[in-house]
């Protein structure tokens, strides 16, 4: 018998697709039947130590711990570690899935008490990753020249080395990161898989005047082009680029419109929109809401510096929403050029850090609106999610690997 414990942080599982993926974990686990499953949920907001069973699964809520300095939430960890080990049932594989990182400290300290734990750790991101926008060479250059000595992006750089050497198993989201975090560590590939995330069928058919009603829900016209972008509002998903590129656009082809859902820094971007109404910023949408402009949206598109394995462009894949992207890391390899929509190249400047002309994406757009083939690439996204991105595709993946223990 086995006992899968799902270590999740009630505060952060919105951050970089984590929640949604959490999600898609608990679908998948409740059909397990022969495996016993215990939600870790830490920073709870319960006041102390609660037990609790929702629809058939275990959750153990973790109050929150005092956020302080880093030191502070080591000591938070370390106690975590003590107490899962005396719950730990010795006549069961016991396997503990992180999700984060930066939570080396209970990994380190079970499997320091309790040897004969399991440690599972999928890589949502990487934090130093993130702040270099993807540029490897540049941190390189920085360690050389004893630049990071006492940084943040040091103390991640070593703490991710530290989580991914002591995991038994590092799931990747990826080839790519799969590939550069394994040269940058040294990490044996053969503890590590590749898992793509998956995501349940949430796609609805709708007929083309159900499509016009929401068009006009929303103050869209039935001949607009509509282009999508959902995510985090930051710079390194290249929606500074991607508003300067539109207004470009626009002035070619007056009928766009480009809709921006998701959380952020607002006031980072309202200074480029101006008065351009053709720009919607919708805000944070739950996921009808989101799910109801997917489906009237005519493309989608993300332009990141670097990516695992986007929910965003899955949703787009589900909906039959042809993509614009980039090549970036990790995002490349989520959808074929000219199949399921079109790549933009990203390149190299001499420090290593990555860029794209805003020409070749107003040109992808161009180029987009022009194709006569719309419909089959449509068709194209959809199989390609139902073949790759699929929740049940994930869940015999991850079944997989619980069956080899």
């Known amino acids: ?112 008490l309790c040897p004969k734990a399991i440690i599972w750790v999928t890589v949502h991101f990487v934090n130093w990753v993130l702040a270099l926008k993807g540029n490897v060479d540049k941190l390189h250059s920085l360690l050389r020249e004893h630049i990071l000595k006492e940084s943040l992006i040091l103390k991640d750089y070593i703490d991710s080395g530290n989580m991914l050497r002591l995991a038994d198993k590092v799931i990747f989201l990826s080839v790519q990161t799969q590939k550069t975090l394994c040269d940058e560590y040294k990490l044996d590939m053969c503890k590590s898989v590749v898992i793509a995330n998956g995501i349940a069928d949430y796609d609805i058919k709708i007929s083309k005047s159900v499509r016009n009603k929401i068009r006009n829900s929303f103050g869209f016209l039935q001949n607009d082009r509509i282009i999508l972008y959902s995510g985090r509002l930051e710079e ?81 894949l589900m909906f039959g929403l042809p993509i614009i992207g980039t090549t970036a890391p990790g995002l490349s390899e989520m959808f074929e050029d000219g199949i399921h929509g079109i790549k933009i190249k990203m390149r190299k400047k001499r420090d290593g850090s990555f860029f794209y002309k805003k020409s070749e994406i107003v040109q992808a757009f161009l180029d987009f609106f022009s194709n006569d083939q719309v419909g089959i690439i449509s068709r194209n996204c959809r199989a390609h999610y139902e073949r790759m991105y699929s929740l049940k595709t994930m869940s015999d993946r991850m079944a997989l690997l619980l069956k080899a223990l």
């Open 1 to 112: 018998m086995k006992h899968f414990y799902l270590v999740v942080d009630r505060v952060d599982t919105e951050n970089c697709g984590i929640g949604t993926y959490v999600e898609q974990m608990l679908q998948y686990l409740k059909g397990e039947i022969e495996l016993s499953v215990t939600i870790i949920e830490l920073d709870s907001s319960e006041s102390e130590l609660k037990e609790i069973e929702v629809d058939g699964l275990k959750y153990l809520k973790i109050p929150l711990r005092y956020k302080g300095l880093y030191r502070d939430s080591g000591v938070y960890y370390r106690t975590v570690a003590y107490l899962l080990c005396t719950m730990m049932d010795d006549d069961k594989i016991n396997i503990f899935h992180f999700n984060y990182l930066h939570q080396y400290d209970i990994a380190y300290k079970m499997k320091e």
């Open 236 to 316: 390194g998903k290249g929606v500074d680029d991607l508003i300067g590129a539109f207004l470009i656009l626009l002035k070619k082809m007056p009928a766009c419109r480009l809709v921006i859902a998701g959380s952020g820094d607002f006031n980072r971007y309202f200074h480029l929109v101006r008065f351009c109404s053709r720009i919607t910023f919708v805000g944070k949408l739950n996921q009808k809401e989101l799910y109801k402009i997917y489906q009237i949206a005519d493309v989608g598109v993300l332009l990141s510096f670097t990516e695992q394995c986007s929910y965003t462009i899955i949703e787009m």
